[in-house]
């Protein structure tokens, strides 16, 4: 039985996706995705998609948020990366930008709002937390993951030397690259393979996705926290990271 992975990553109102076949490293594709729903009813029909969104949303939002983003906000510490605030999910359903921060505020302690760029990705927010809701088999199949998280990891659990955008931005993709390719993905797919309307940055970042979908499936990515907490539709709240060298460092 052919076993497709996939890692998405949002691109410009779409997804970028990225296919790999786990039996056959061969085969492989990249794309851009109208709809997660579109890559995940396709002609591979992937076993494991790794996906940079914010699964598992608070009714309410106390402290600093999500045990995921604050797990992975202490991770990341140190290094040019952030995790922003996962706002209630009411807000994430709101219907306008001024009624999302209304809604925010009255359900968080201490109140916050999300910001303009939270709000603007939103959309990619919905749409898996509808689509999961809505299909509950998926949840099988679909895991969150972090990019940088992911990145670090495979970098030895340290920072990487320059940032994916402005001053270093070169530099930085090309360190990435490297990462991905020392992963064992056909370097074709890493350094040739991304598709017409699709970010160099969004490209990579839909790699590292397929990396830690690769490792779900093979039972030795690592969950952040570990065990995940669960929203109350069961939604798992929980970023998932590849294997690395072992749990992550304390």
């Not at 995790?83 to 968080?108: T, W």
């Not at 916050?112 to 603007?120: H, K, M, T």
Request: with cysteine.
């Amino acid at each position: 039985m052919t076993r497709w992975i996939a890692g998405l990553d949002g691109c410009r109102g779409a997804w970028a996706g990225t296919l790999l076949d786990l039996d056959d490293p061969g085969r492989y594709r990249a794309a851009l995705f109208a709809r997660v729903a579109d890559l995940l009813d396709g002609p591979e029909a992937p076993v494991c998609v790794g996906i940079d969104v914010p699964i598992g949303l608070p009714d309410r939002v106390e402290g600093s948020g999500r045990v995921a983003d604050r797990a992975a906000r202490a991770y990341l510490a140190g290094g040019r990366s952030s995790v922003f605030p996962v706002p209630p999910r009411a807000a994430i359903h709101a219907g306008s930008y001024e009624e999302a921060k209304a809604l925010s505020r009255a359900a968080s302690a201490p109140p916050f709002a999300p910001s303009i760029q939270c709000w603007n990705i939103t959309r990619y927010i919905r749409e898996v937390d509808d689509l999961l809701l809505s299909r509950p088999p998926l949840r099988e199949r679909v895991y969150e993951v972090h990019p940088e998280v992911a990145f670090r990891r495979l970098n030895g659990d340290r920072p990487l030397a320059f940032p994916k955008k402005g001053p270093g931005r070169q530099e930085g993709l090309a360190e990435r690259r490297a990462l991905l390719r020392d992963t064992g993905l056909p370097s074709s797919l890493v350094d040739e393979g991304r598709p017409r309307g699709v970010g160099a940055d969004d490209h990579l970042d839909a790699l590292a996705a397929l990396v830690v979908a690769r490792d779900i499936v093979l039972g030795s990515a690592v969950p952040m926290p570990d065990p995940p907490g669960r929203d109350s539709h069961g939604l798992p709240i929980v970023i998932w990271a590849p294997a690395g060298g072992g749990p992550f460092p304390c």
